[in-house]
């Protein structure tokens, strides 16, 4: 397996540029989450899905959009990019509580997308 | 957002000490999460905790669940430069939402 996968790894945007953030899965999870991680700080969830068809916001969904068309993929959308959305932002994936191999939803990450708003 | 205090925000050890880091919550948690993140890396998931009071391990790593479900606490036994990285905690009450701690990071001298 390959786990969680994203693309790109690094990107410059220049203000008001829009971009997708791209992440897939192939451990069958239903539940998916991407975070930002700002220099010295915890991550902060954006966006979560707990299945195709269904999202919800997070702690910090502003300036982002989201969709889960399928199990595999959940890409991050940002229409109008802004200084404040630099930040290295992770895609993690899950089963259900109670699923998990540890019977929980312990979730696997990523290696990140690095974005820079300039 | 949910708030979790993990302390100490830093360490510098000597290889070969043992290390303990905690993480504290105002709200009470279900499950408890600890993970290790490298330099330009995703974390990777350490030990997942999911009773009050379960203490678990994985090799030199022990981590507890407090009993108040407010707290939760990693240890790391005779530590290696391998060990250098930064210590995120995660908590959730509902099932969807993780909330983490900001690091721990951990220096080992050798």
């Known amino acids: 397996n390959a786990g969680v996968t994203q693309t790109p790894k690094f990107r410059i945007l220049k203000i008001g540029q829009s971009m997708t953030l791209q992440c897939t899965q192939d451990?069958?999870?239903?539940?998916m989450y991407w975070y930002r991680q700002d220099p010295g700080m915890g991550l902060k969830l954006i966006y979560y899905?707990?299945?195709?068809?269904i999202t919800d916001k997070g702690e910090v969904p502003n300036g982002y959009n989201v969709s889960r068309s399928t199990t595999e993929d959940f890409p991050l959308r940002l229409e109008l990019a802004a200084p404040s959305q630099t930040s290295v932002y992770f895609c993690?994936?899950?089963?259900?509580w109670g699923s998990g191999s540890g019977g929980g939803n312990e979730q696997f990450f990523g290696p990140g997308t690095r974005l820079t708003v300039l | 957002g949910q708030q979790l205090n993990q302390s100490p925000q830093s360490m510098f050890i000597q290889e070969g000490e043992d290390v303990s880091m905690n993480c504290t919550s105002s709200?009470?948690?279900?499950?408890w999460l600890w993970y290790k993140q490298d330099p330009g890396e995703g974390p990777v998931l350490l030990i997942a905790?999911?009773?009050?009071?379960e203490l678990t391990s994985n090799g030199r790593l022990t981590a507890q669940f407090g009993i108040t479900r407010k707290d939760s606490f990693l240890n790391i036994s005779a530590s290696i430069p391998s060990d250098v990285g930064i210590y995120f905690c995660?908590?959730?009450?509902?099932?969807?939402?993780?909330?983490f701690g900001t690091g721990t990071s951990l220096t080992v001298i050798p």
């Open positions: 993690a994936s899950s089963y259900p």
């Open positions: 709200s009470i948690f279900n499950t």
């Open positions: 905790l999911y009773k009050a009071g």
């Open positions: 451990m069958n999870h239903n539940y």
């Open positions: 995660a908590g959730c009450s509902n099932g969807n939402q993780f909330y």
């Open positions: 899905s707990v299945g195709a068809g």
